[in-house]
């Protein structure tokens, strides 16, 4: 059992910078791929990012792609999520997701067996 508490999130003028804290329970969380999605209102939970289990592989969203970035730091079992040059539509309640290393495809929520309750983020114009 993984238990994820995100935190960080907020409102962020246009161009701004937010950085996002998902911490994690348990004892085996570098076993885990790490992922962020976001869901705004009246939309789909979509995929942000994923990091593999010892931080070497990332993958990002095109529309996310050099703004934003995820790391993990193993010994303190926690993921971030960097995000720079906010825009407006960047504004959703982002969520923290674990999976195990072969649960299967990366941008699925599917795959994803553990979910943080999730932090608001608002980009404002």
């Known amino acids: 059992q993984v238990r994820l508490v995100e935190s960080g999130g907020g409102l962020v003028q246009a161009g701004g910078s937010l950085r996002l804290s998902c911490a994690a329970s348990g004892r085996t969380f570098s076993t885990y791929r790490m992922a962020w999605f976001r869901q705004a209102p009246g939309k789909e939970r979509e995929f942000v990012a994923a990091i593999s289990g010892s931080g070497g592989t990332t993958y990002y969203t095109n529309s996310v792609k050099g703004r934003f970035t995820i790391s993990r730091d193993n010994a303190k079992n926690t993921v971030y999520l960097q995000m720079n040059s906010l825009k407006p539509e960047d504004t959703a309640v982002y969520y923290c997701?674990?999976?195990?290393?072969?649960?299967?495809?990366?941008?699925?929520?599917?795959?994803?067996?553990?979910w943080g309750q999730g932090t608001q983020v608002t980009g404002s114009s």
């Open positions: 997701a674990a999976a195990t290393a072969n649960a299967g495809p990366a941008i699925v929520p599917g795959t994803y067996a553990y």
